[in-house]
């Protein structure tokens, strides 16, 4: 399988990382921002084609996906340009940030039948699954998730210390991985409420984010967002259930009592981003919906949008 990316920043090669792994995967373009950089990381991972341009690497014979990592604000454009050419395509997350923009994806994934995934990371790491494995087999139900999205982040800079070409947004993409976890965990959400803190006057964006939610289940979520937070980085995520309570911490998984949790044999890897490139491949390989399609995350941003019309944006 020939696969292209496009987006060579941080988050572009912990997929190439990933890809590195799979078996009858083959990247063979990369696209990105300037070619002066770009160069390096294909020089970096023995990549052949090189182009600031998508529409010279979706020409290139034999392709047959590609993955986003680029700025937000492209991703559903480019997405639909690549299921234009024909190309299943995995987006990161986040899919959109108007919803608008989401259905016009979602509408064209449905038209021509190909793959089209979003990097909802969430559903494939190790300590999620681990949860999911126990709330389908009916051995736990969640009563309340508690999640804390904490950077430091007060100028426009990657997780590589760069400087970025936009700017992140805490509701359309950080929030959206709660936001769908907790829905996979518990159940279409039936309530949605926000609050945001004072807009940074130079990334126009609110730095500090509040979101609570509740699902038909009956469960609740209490979600806190913050680019102002100077200490422990990253998304901690609480399982308050009717049999247990659990923390994750990306793809580690610990009880309420800070006892780690044997995640040996729950899935093929312990790296989150290798499983979601994994399911990408493989549902292109059995013609089949991947977890995390278009169509199963637009809820997602459905609430998004809701909550957006909440905090008057």
């Known amino acids: 399988m020939k696969i292209a990316l496009a987006g060579a920043g941080a988050f572009g090669e912990k997929h190439l990382d990933a890809l590195k792994l799979i078996d009858g995967v083959e990247v063979i373009s990369v696209v990105g921002r300037t070619l002066e950089s770009t160069q390096r990381t294909a020089d970096k991972y023995g990549i052949g084609h090189v182009t600031t341009d998508l529409g010279d690497t ?20 480019q997405a639909i340009q690549c299921m234009e050419a ?45 949860i999911h494995n126990q709330i389908t087999a009916g051995e736990v139900s969640v009563q309340q998730m508690d999640v804390q999205t904490y950077f430091f982040r007060r100028k426009n800079i990657n997780a590589k210390g760069e400087a970025r070409s936009w700017t992140d947004h805490l509701l359309w993409h950080h929030a959206a991985h709660t936001v769908d976890l907790f829905a996979y965990q518990s159940g279409p959400i039936v309530a949605a409420h926000a609050l945001q803190g004072p807009i940074h006057p130079e990334l126009g964006i609110a730095m500090d984010m509040s979101i609570q939610l509740k699902s038909e289940s009956g469960a609740i979520c209490t979600l806190s967002l913050s680019f102002n937070n100077d200490g422990p980085l990253g998304t901690f995520f609480r399982y308050i259930c009717d049999n247990g309570t659990w923390i994750a911490r990306y793809d580690d998984l610990v009880t309420g009592k800070e006892e780690p949790v044997d995640l040996t044999g729950v899935t093929v890897s312990t790296n989150g981003i290798e499983l979601q490139d994994r399911e990408f491949v493989a549902a292109i390989r059995e013609g089949r919906e991947p977890n995390a399609s278009v169509q199963k995350v637009m809820p997602c941003y459905r609430i998004l949008d809701a909550l957006e019309q909440q905090l008057g944006a």
């Open 58 to 77: 979706l020409a290139l014979p034999g392709l047959d996906a590609v993955i986003l990592a680029t700025p937000t604000q492209m991703h559903a454009a």
């Open 86 to 130: 024909g190309k299943h395509v995995q987006v990161e997350i986040p899919l959109c940030d108007t919803l608008a923009d989401g259905e016009r994806v979602l509408e064209l994934q449905q038209q021509t039948g190909l793959v089209c995934m979003v990097g909802h990371t969430r559903r494939f790491n190790p300590s999620h699954q681990y």
